[in-house]
């Protein structure tokens, strides 16, 4: 494996990197248990990477705690492994002090819902620009099985013996309602869809949050077979797709129509024809809204992304840079580094100077110094 500092001696100023998959990935040995969905993430994230073009030493990789926090540990790129619920808080200081680099989190449903979860909303509503992939398997998997924030009503686990009675959080409805620019879901076993879903979320100026259907193979087994399993996958996933109408079904066609201020689930061909069907918008935060608490036996799982922002906020399209100037945050005066450093001890709080009193692991790119940001590996 090329480390980091012999790749920039070899790479002449201003050259695009050409990176395969292999090359973001660490000498670390992975211990997620066998068939755990944590896997595929893993192999999509470093395929949409290695795909950029952007130098692995620009890249950081923050996680809390919990079985996704071991994701840094196997990326070969810079990285913290911080403390529970706090990873946004880090990430936050992270990129106002180098804005330069890009920075994504790494949470689980437990990590970011529980503890986490104040630090969670204020990233969103600040709109700072990180992506956010929460796993979520509906259950706390490292410490052996208990419920979750996402866990369902009545969810029997090692700590709620009789059945759990709060009723879970629903994330991206969370993610929306907190401000979130960019929500989006997906599905750790259909690979080509969460190599997409990554896609767009790098390409999004702002707060992305990716919400990670992830079963959990040894604690909650089947978590979300209902939407996920072969036989039934293509009658109950409805893939969203900007501009398209919401259809779906392969052996039987039904389609999302608006019924008063509620959507409905209609069957294609029954006096329902698809251009009846509502078109998906994923600049319109009421759709969002209304897909994101579909229920219902018939109800589809939404996948995709939810709400994307307006088009001036996504990287690469025509256009962008000159509207993003029009943004009121892009005519504040330029801060001096030293500004940046005191914003970013102000935002992340209390969250350093407990990390200081605890086992805080870092972790960088094998071999390289390019970045401050970390100093040792584990």
Request: proline residues 7%; aromatic residues 6%; contains cysteine.
């Amino acid at each position: 494996m090329s480390t980091v500092p012999d790749v920039i001696a070899r790479r002449p100023a201003g050259e695009i990197p050409e990176y395969t998959k292999k090359d973001f990935a660490s000498d670390q040995t992975i211990r997620w248990c066998p068939g755990c969905g944590d896997y595929s993430i893993l192999s999509q994230v470093q395929t949409v990477f290695a795909g950029l073009g952007i130098p692995r030493e620009q890249f950081v990789v923050i996680s809390g705690i919990g079985c996704s926090g071991r994701f840094p540990y196997y990326m070969n790129t810079y990285g913290f492994h911080t403390i529970h619920g706090r990873a946004p808080a880090f990430a936050t200081g992270l990129k106002a002090t180098r804005p330069d680099l890009h920075v994504w989190v790494i949470s689980g449903d437990g990590d970011s819902l529980s503890i986490g979860g104040n630090h969670l909303i204020h990233a969103m509503r600040r709109n700072v620009d990180i992506k956010l992939l929460m796993f979520n398997n509906r259950i706390y998997g490292l410490t052996k099985g208990q419920y979750s924030p996402t866990s369902e009503v009545g969810k029997r686990t090692k700590s709620t013996p009789m059945g759990s009675i709060d009723a879970p959080f629903n994330p991206p409805a969370l993610a929306l309602g907190a401000g979130a620019s960019f929500v989006a879901r997906s599905i750790a076993v259909i690979p080509r869809h969460l190599r997409a879903t990554v896609q767009r979320a790098h390409e999004h100026t702002g707060m992305a949050y990716v919400e990670v259907y992830q079963n959990c193979n040894i604690f909650n087994d089947g978590a979300f077979a209902e939407f996920t399993d072969k036989s039934v996958r293509s009658d109950r996933i409805l893939e969203l797709r900007h501009g398209e109408p919401l259809v779906w079904g392969k052996t039987e066609r039904k389609g999302l129509v608006l019924d008063g201020l509620l959507l409905k689930v209609a069957t294609l061909g029954d006096g329902v024809a698809e251009s009846d069907c509502l078109v998906h918008d994923e600049t319109d935060p009421t759709l969002a809204s209304l897909l994101v608490r579909l229920e219902g036996p018939d109800a589809p799982l939404p996948i995709g992304v939810l709400q994307g922002g307006p088009p001036h906020l996504r990287r690469g399209l025509p256009g962008a840079d000159q509207q993003g100037a029009q943004d009121p945050r892009q005519r504040r005066p330029p801060q001096a580094p030293e500004c940046r450093r005191h914003l970013a001890h102000r935002l992340i709080g209390c969250a350093t100077s407990s990390a200081r009193s605890r086992s805080f692991r870092r972790r960088r790119p094998v071999g390289s110094a390019a970045c401050s940001a970390t100093s040792t590996t584990p």
